[in-house]
């Protein structure tokens, strides 16, 4: 009979100080992550310069265009303080304004660092082992971050966030390992640094709190947590007095919407939204499907059916489950990203639930800096830091086959003492199969090939995600659209245009009603455009960028007037063509024919709105915009003939097609 036992190995090797422990590094484990990390970087890469500027990066080039550098960079955006962003915004729009290549080279390089310092960490943490790789993996190809990575605004808070996080996390570990005054103003510029880029920062103070009280620090139990508490004191004196006065000011500079909290079952609500539709599938690799805006406003990431998110739910409950059962200590790496996640729901909840709905659980950008704290995690619940080792509480779990006989062991075992304690035809056997336990043991892949492998399983997964997103550039991305209007506005860099918006998808104008206007967003490479400007030629955007000769769609037309074969002349006094029928007050195109024999300035007024004109010789027609409600029009001439006829006003349009 046979039967399994849960067991530990008790044998411990005498305990050795941290600080002259030797770990034997392999380059080969290095080469792999660092070719990772550059193949990664220059795959997104690419994907990131198939897109161009949307939604609130309009926003951010128009003010950093007009705004002086002091306001811009200190102005609170949405409730949020930014400043460390609108640093580099500020910057970037003054070098190369709407070039986004110049815009997302940062941030690359950005993401590029956080990878590299990922695997520096990971080798401080539990030393040069091959199973850091499957981590690594984790940080870099999840599929949450590439949706907030091709959005610059996005991706100027996310991907930066994810850095800090794991360059916090890093320089505490070398604090609390070796204390010392420069390791601790390393903690302090990194952390401060992380709160001046973007206030969620503040999440990284619980997450190094838990990381250390969990896993750094000499001794076991409560010892160990008295000790890196009252020991290491000014490591906590130092991310406490930064934080404090960083949150009044930012409670001072950037409260708004306040109104109702969420209570707690919406709370729950989001948060299961959150795992269950857009994070766990994620982090797996998934949803291994993508959607356009047009069906999911709120990102590219699709929503699973209930059976393949059943699936993944239980993929990742196994995954946890085969953690726990080898290590005891497995939920103390789980903790980290349940912890951090859950304070990032919180946040989200008590200022976006009320005014975007449950939907904003389905969008990646407010989780996918989870990524760095889940690819932690993963590595903590399968791995032993350097501090634990030694420590009893922290041993692997081992299962033992009990054949319902002892052997009595010497080192790796003495098959001879057992065969001399039993009969001969059952030492053989024993002899026989422990013979074969070597040969497979022997045969047993090596721990590099396991997490290749491992790697390559989650590269698989993930590119599958990340290669239909980077797809939809082709449908989605205004790259095209932005790179003809550029070209228009080259070819024709003094001309009249109508001051319209932007397109929906670019940037909306319900969301964006000033900064999606074509002078504010347009404006920064556009500095001799006469917007609105009255003129013959005046033109118009289509949908696809380019400019067209603007139509006024009549609703209405002026009477006619009472010189034949001139209609009104306009001579020495101004005169009026009053409109068939009243419009309401709205943005209307003004157009009417003239005729001249000589170049000369004048007026037109719309209902009290006066604006300068030129008239130039020979028969021309004048449009304009007028603001307001339009019952007139009356037309001076600054002492020069001009024949005026075929008034009409009414909506401004680009040709048809």
Known sequence: MTKAVVGQDHTLAKRTPLRVIRVRTSSADSAIAYGLVAAVTLWRTWVVLQWSFRQDDWFYVATAARMPFVQFV??????????GQFVLVWFVTRLAPLNYGVAAIPLLAVSALAGVLMWRF???????????????????????????????????????????????????????REPSTRHLIEVGAVYGGALLWWEKSVLILPLVALFVLLFLGPGRGWDRVRSVVTERWRLWAVLGGITVPY??????????????????????????????????????????????????????????????????????????????????????????????VGLSEALVASERLRFAGYLIGEAARYVADSVAVVAVGVALAFMVPLDRVGDPGW?????????????????????????????????????????????????????????????????????????????????????????????????????????TYLPAAVAPAAVFPQAAKDSAALGPVAPRIRWNGAADQMMIFDSSGHLRPVQVAALTRGRPGPVRGCGYLVFRAPQTVPLQRHLFAWVWGISFGYYTTVDAGGFVTVDGERQPVTFHRGLHVMTLVHHGTASSVTIEGGGVPVCVGSVRAGYLRPPSP
């Open 74 to 83: 200190l102005q609170q955006y949405r409730g949020h303080l930014l400043t």
């Open 247 to 340: 949150v009044a000011w930012y409670l001072a500079a950037a409260n708004w919407r306040s109104g109702q909290r969420p209570t707690v079952g919406q709370y729950l609500h989001l948060a299961v939204t959150t795992l269950g539709s857009t994070a766990i599938p994620s982090y797996l690799g998934g949803p291994w499907k993508v959607t356009d805006r047009s069906v999911s406003p709120s990102g590219f990431i699709a929503q699973l059916g209930p059976g393949p998110r059943l699936l993944a739910l239980s993929a990742g409950v196994a995954i946890i489950g085969v953690s726990l059962v080898l290590y005891r200590q497995a939920w103390c790496g789980w903790l980290l990203p349940l912890a951090y």
């Open 395 to 499: 041993l692997r779990r081992r299962f033992v086959f009990e054949l319902g006989f002892r052997t009595h062991a010497n080192g790796d075992g003495d098959a001879a003492e057992t065969s001399s304690a039993m009969p001969s035809n059952v030492g053989q056997s024993v002899l026989g199969a422990e013979t074969g336990r070597r040969k497979r043991l022997r045969r047993r892949p090596s721990a590099r090939a396991v997490a290749v492998a491992a790697v390559a399983l989650y590269a698989v997964s993930s590119m599958t995600t990340n290669t239909l997103l980077a797809g939809l550039s082709a449908k989605e991305s205004p790259k095209a659209w932005l790179g003809t209007v550029r070209s228009q506005l080259d070819a024709n860099p003094t001309a009249a245009i109508v001051d």
């Open 122 to 176: 990971l080798r401080a943490l539990f030393g040069e082992r091959p199973a850091n790789l499957v981590p690594l993996a984790v940080f870099l190809l999840c599929p949450l971050t590439l949706p907030t990575a091709i959005w610059w605004a996005a991706a100027l808070t996310i991907i930066p966030l994810q850095a800090f996080i794991v360059a916090a996390l890093f320089v505490v570990l070398r604090y609390v």
